[in-house]
């Protein structure tokens, strides 16, 4: 009889918590930090693109006011409904030629340049696409601290310095406009016991950095796919979400993507806006392959992207190769 009883109280308050908590409600979304590390040692280079890094923060829907909200539904091509985000990133980026030994680079090798900057967004998740829209502001040249940077890391690994950061663009103010829309066109639908889903993509960039139009695509492969649109990437790139909604205590995907650009200007081309400074033939097409894997463990997400970008410039001998890799935590 007393072992009957503990197990009715048992039972009794097992009950009461679970009625306790559905009454409150389904649990808030929460927010993400994310950690973002590009580089190109993953494929077996150093130049061109050569290292990015980018933390960055995304709110809660709840932590978002209301009146940026109201602002956010009255943007063009934004989203009318759904939940609204902020975003918050920082970054630095930074790009070398391909023979770093000549103290005077070669005039037909990709400029030495670097890019500090911070961006401000805002993101719409309707569930059926999401529209993100955003404004970076920086600095290009040596106030970027890309040369400092590089050649720190190096002396640290024992590689050999680069010797004409003397020779990068000069200081100037940097600004990004961008906005783009990915949307699932196939929605998460079970395939041979898995999950599959498909989501094109459309943005366009204007700024004295960049100006372009984009548009591509990705598919998701795998089980309990996260409520989220992939991985993040640092711009120009394919684009993704920072945040994510689990569906399960565990889930893992892989994914693969294009992502073209007709390209206006790129200022770590074309050279500086207002002063003389050394600079390629841009190509006005560039596309991004992207292949990697996603798993997510309860609030932590980790990505790995590898990424093959066609020639940007007339003089560039081959395409560039580059790995990404992203983790975020929700809280």
Same mark, same amino acid.
């Given at each position: 009889?007393?072992?009957?009883?503990? @197990?009715?109280?048992?039972?009794?308050?097992?009950?009461?918590?679970?009625?306790?908590?559905?009454?409150?409600?389904?649990?808030?979304?929460?927010?993400?930090?994310?950690? #973002?590390?590009?580089?190109?040692?993953?494929?077996?280079?150093?130049?061109? *693109?050569?290292?990015?890094?980018? /933390?960055?923060?995304?709110?809660?829907?709840?932590?978002?006011?209301?009146? /940026?909200?109201?602002?956010?539904?009255?943007?063009?091509?934004?989203?009318? %409904?759904?939940? @609204?985000? %902020? !975003?918050?990133?920082?970054?630095?980026?930074? +790009?070398?030629?391909?023979?770093?030994?000549?103290?005077?680079?070669?005039? %037909?090798?990709?400029?030495?340049?670097?890019? #500090?900057?911070?961006?401000?967004?805002?993101?719409?998740?309707?569930?059926?696409?999401?529209?993100?829209?955003?404004?970076?502001?920086?600095?290009?040249?040596?106030?970027?601290?890309?040369?400092?940077?590089?050649?720190?890391?190096?002396?640290?690994?024992?590689?050999?310095?680069?010797?004409?950061?003397? *020779?990068?663009?000069?200081?100037?103010?940097?600004?990004?406009?961008?906005?783009?829309?990915? +949307? =699932?066109?196939?929605?998460?639908?079970?395939?041979? &016991?898995?999950?599959?889903?498909?989501?094109?993509?459309?943005?366009?960039?204007?700024?004295?950095?960049?100006?372009?139009? $984009?548009? &591509?695509?990705?598919?998701? /492969?795998? +089980? $309990?796919?996260?409520?989220?649109?992939?991985?993040?990437?640092?711009?120009?790139?394919?684009? &993704?979400? $920072?945040?994510?909604?689990?569906?399960?205590?565990?889930?893992?995907?892989?994914?693969?993507?294009?992502? &073209?650009?007709?390209?206006?200007?790129?200022?770590?081309?074309?050279? $500086?806006?207002?002063?003389?400074? !050394?600079?390629?033939?841009?190509?006005?097409?560039?596309?991004?392959?992207?292949?990697?894997?996603?798993?997510?463990?309860?609030?932590?997400?980790?990505? *790995?992207?590898?990424?093959? !970008?066609?020639?940007? *410039?007339?003089?560039?001998?081959? =395409?560039?190769?580059?790995?990404? @890799?992203?983790?975020?935590? !929700?809280?």
């Amino acid at each position: 009889m007393k072992l009957i009883s503990v @197990v009715s109280a048992a039972l009794a308050a097992t009950l009461s918590i679970a009625v306790a908590h559905a009454a409150s409600g389904p649990e808030p979304e929460k927010g993400a930090f994310g950690i #973002l590390f590009e580089n190109d040692w993953f494929g077996n280079a150093d130049h061109d *693109y050569t290292n990015g890094v980018e /933390l960055t923060y995304t709110t809660a829907p709840q932590d978002t006011p209301d009146w /940026l909200v109201d602002a956010a539904r009255k943007l063009p091509f934004f989203s009318a %409904t759904g939940d @609204v985000r %902020t !975003r918050y990133a920082l970054g630095q980026s930074m +790009f070398t030629p391909l023979n770093k030994t000549l103290t005077n680079p070669s005039p %037909t090798d990709r400029p030495y340049a670097g890019f #500090l900057y911070g961006t401000a967004g805002l993101v719409g998740d309707s569930g059926t696409y999401l529209d993100q829209v955003q404004i970076t502001l920086g600095v290009i040249g040596p106030m970027s601290l890309a040369g400092d940077a590089q050649n720190w890391v190096h002396g640290i690994v024992g590689d050999k310095k680069a010797k004409g950061w003397h *020779y990068q663009l000069h200081n100037e103010p940097g600004l990004i406009i961008q906005e783009e829309r990915s +949307f =699932k066109l196939i929605p998460p639908k079970s395939i041979l &016991g898995m999950v599959f889903d498909f989501e094109p993509h459309v943005g366009a960039a204007v700024g004295n950095v960049y100006d372009f139009a $984009n548009a &591509g695509a990705m598919a998701r /492969l795998g +089980f $309990n796919l996260p409520g989220d649109y992939g991985p993040m990437r640092i711009d120009p790139s394919m684009p &993704g979400s $920072n945040f994510f909604e689990p569906t399960g205590a565990f889930s893992a995907y892989v994914f693969a993507g294009v992502d &073209g650009r007709a390209v206006g200007r790129n200022l770590f081309l074309d050279g $500086n806006t207002w002063e003389t400074s !050394r600079s390629v033939k841009k190509l006005n097409l560039v596309y991004d392959y992207d292949l990697g894997a996603a798993i997510t463990f309860r609030s932590m997400r980790i990505s *790995y992207t590898y990424v093959i !970008r066609s020639r940007e *410039y007339k003089t560039q001998p081959e =395409k560039s190769k580059f790995g990404a @890799v992203a983790l975020s935590f !929700r809280f």
